[in-house]
Every structure is written in structure tokens, then in C-alpha cells.
């Protein structure tokens, strides 16, 4: 088939999916090649949709799609190789539409449901569809080769939202291959448990959701990253992320690191009794703004994890940024059309967009947590391993005096951090949490 239509969306995630409806409601004729059996069938992110942009998009978009629970509680773990300090946070508020717009999902439920409402907006849908390259025409990206009979498809502008790990925007000069540094990857089991034993263990009611985030030595004694547990109606997401050049220079094997993380005990109370329906694993990119690519050339844009999008800080937000992306990479689209104009001079208008919006915003803000979290090395094992201890000394009953008690809590802390470098990294990680 040798067609033509006015865009191109490759991916059908929240980014692509967002900027075929967008197009679609505004009257323009767009396709979308998704190269998984269906929407969502090669997709994962960790569970939590953030929905400002969609309940735009869709007010009280959450009546009729596939959501799991509104989270109403979160929970910041920091653990130890078998300890754990946390607290709990649970606002009411957020048990009322629209719910903190923080809902956990299943993304082959939820993406399968948004390009259907992007189909019905007007928006084609191709599934099984892979892309393979580009076709460049005076320079500029003017279709793509889909691999199927006669795959030449032209369109004035291409938005490219295929993932992190996107060949089409190395193919097209706007980033090079990714660098481990400023990846992870993503590991996660969907583990199935009654709502009932859920909500018991939860302390939740209803359609409530808990969010659940582990740090220090989540992972095992030095190794950087974190976990999570999501609750879903009759399952958990339970899953880990760590960056890439970690697992090359220890030699770890991620499904290791996630069941060292299920054998935690703050972890293993809480799945236990359940059954693992499904195991996943997704590239996320967590390089940050100064990781960013290029994000427009000549008839194309990049928009959601394949421009970086994910905020690298403890806010760890993806989707809203994601579906932000594309709605202002269709706006862009459609005011190039307006003009009849698909330049990059034109399309830098999307760069203008981002910039006034939250995402760049954000991403700037946080531009150093990336680097941050690296040279913090401490938070992966000596700051985790100090605190439990002196925890525990602290709480221990004996007929000790409190003045020798605390005098002790000092010896402690100084005896695996000095001073100095507690000093040095409670001032870095004021640039990964302000």
C-alpha cells in the first residue's frame, strides 16, 4: 500500500495515543503504527497513570476506563539488608474526583483502551505494525517504511513515540544510542492476590490503591536503585529498577534482583500468598533534561519516553509528561499545518510549547538528580546500614542511661559516615528532593 495522510504516529503508548486523539478530534487524518499485537501488549511502565492531561483530554475519563484504584495512600520505605524504617501517608482528599489524578493501571488494559478512543476519534490504529525506517525526502522526514506489503506510508510530519530504545530517532540524527549511564531497566511482576487479603493488608476500602516505593538497599547492599509495590484490584505490581551500567559492572542478572527484593521482609509480608501471573521488564530512560535529544527536525518530532521524558527525581512521573508531549507534539502538528509549513523552523514551536509547559519545567528543575543519585553512593549501603543502627540502639530497652545511649548513637553515625561526607551529600540531595 502507497498512502498518505496529513500525520504519522509510531507507538501507540500514552504519548502516541494522546497525539492521535488530539489530531483525530481535530479533523486530521492520521495513522498509527503500533508494532504489538495489540496496543499495550509490549508496553510496561511501574503502575501509577498520572492523569492531568488525559481528564482534559476526557473529563472523568476514570467512569469508563480500564483503571485499577485511585491511590489515596503512599508509603516511603527505606530499607536495609533486612530492616526497615517508613512512613505512611494517607489524604482523604485524594479519595475524591479527581483523585490526585493517580491512578494505578495495567498497561496492556489501559493503552488497548486509549487508541480505541483514539480510533473512535477518527484516528487509524494498525497493530502488528513495525516500522523500519524513515523515508527522506530534501532532506526531511516525508513517511516511513512499515515492514508489510508495499509499507511506503507518506505523511507531512511523523511523530515518532516508539520508546526509549528508538531506532527511528537514531535513524533520523536526533539521538545517539542510548547510553547506559542514563538508563534503567525495569523489572516487574504482576502478582495476583483476592481485593479482600489487598485491602486487609493495605489498610484500604473499596477502590483505594496504595503506592509503595523502597529505597537504600532495596536492591542489596550497594547496588543503586529502588522497588516498588502498586495495588491493583486482585493484584500487586511488584517490581525493581536499576540503572543498566550497574548490572554490567556487578554482573548482576535482573530477575536475581527482583526476587532478592521479594525476599525482603518489608516485601515478602506483603506479597505473601500471592501467585505470579506475569514478569516483565521495560528500558526507562532516566537520564534527564541533560540527556535530552534533539526533539524536531524537518517533518518529524519525538515525543514520551523516546524523547526522555521521565522525571528523574522522587516524583518519578512518566505518563502525564508522556501524554503532555504528545498533545503539544499534535498542536504543533496541526498549527504547521495551518500554515502549510512542516520546517524544523515551524516544528521548533513544539520545543516552545514544552518549555512553557511542566515538562520542561520539571525537567530542568531536576536536571542534576541523575548525577546526584551516582555520586551518592552512600544511599545504597552505608546510610541505610547507619540509620538501622542506630534505630535499633536507639529503641533497644536496657538499663543503660539515655546520656551513654545517645552518646553511642554518635560513635555509630561517625564510625561508618564522617561528618564531612554527610555534610557534602545532605547538600546534593537537596537538588534530587527540593
Known sequence: MTERYDCIVVGAGPAGAAAAFTLAKAG????????????????MFGGILYSTVLNRLMPGFWADAPVERHVVKRRYSFVSNDSEAAFDIRLDAFNRPPFNNSFTTLRARFDRWFAA??????????????VDDLIIKDGAVAGVRVRMEGGEVFADVVIIAEGANSLLAEKAGLKPKPDSANMSLGVK???????????????????????????????????????????????????????????????????GLIDGF??????????RGGATEEYLAHIIPEGGYNAMPELVTGGALLAGDCAGFVNPSLYKEGSNLAMASGVMAAETVMEAKSRGDFSKK???????????????????RYKDAPDVLRSTTGLFKDYPEAVMEMLTRHFTISEESKADAHKELKRILKGRVSLLRLAGDVLRLRKFVR
Do not use: M, W
Request: aromatic content about 8%.
Open 117 to 130: 478512543k483514539a480510533e473512535e476519534a477518527g484516528a487509524l490504529v494498525v497493530t502488528g505494525a513495525v
Open 28 to 43: 486530521l487524518d492520521v495513522v498509527v503504527f503500533e508494532r504489538g499485537e495489540y496496543p499495550g501488549a509490549k508496553n
Open 262 to 271: 521479594k525476599r525482603h521482609p518489608a516485601v515478602s509480608r506483603l506479597i
Open 346 to 364: 515551524t516544528l521548533e514551536g513544539y520545543v516552545k510549547r514544552l518549555e512553557e509547559s511542566f515538562v520542561l519545567k520539571d525537567l530542568r
Open 189 to 255: 511482576e504482576i502478582i495476583s492476590l483476592p481485593k479482600g487479603v489487598i485491602d486487609d493488608r493495605f489498610g484500604l476500602e473499596d477502590a483505594e490503591g496504595a503506592a509503595v516505593e523502597f529505597f537504600g538497599e532495596a536492591l542489596g547492599p550497594g547496588v543503586p536503585g529502588g522497588g516498588f509495590i502498586y495495588t491493583n484490584q486482585e493484584s500487586l505490581s511488584v517490581g525493581i529498577a536499576c540503572p543498566i551500567s550497574a548490572l554490567k559492572e556487578k554482573g548482576i542478572k535482573p530477575n
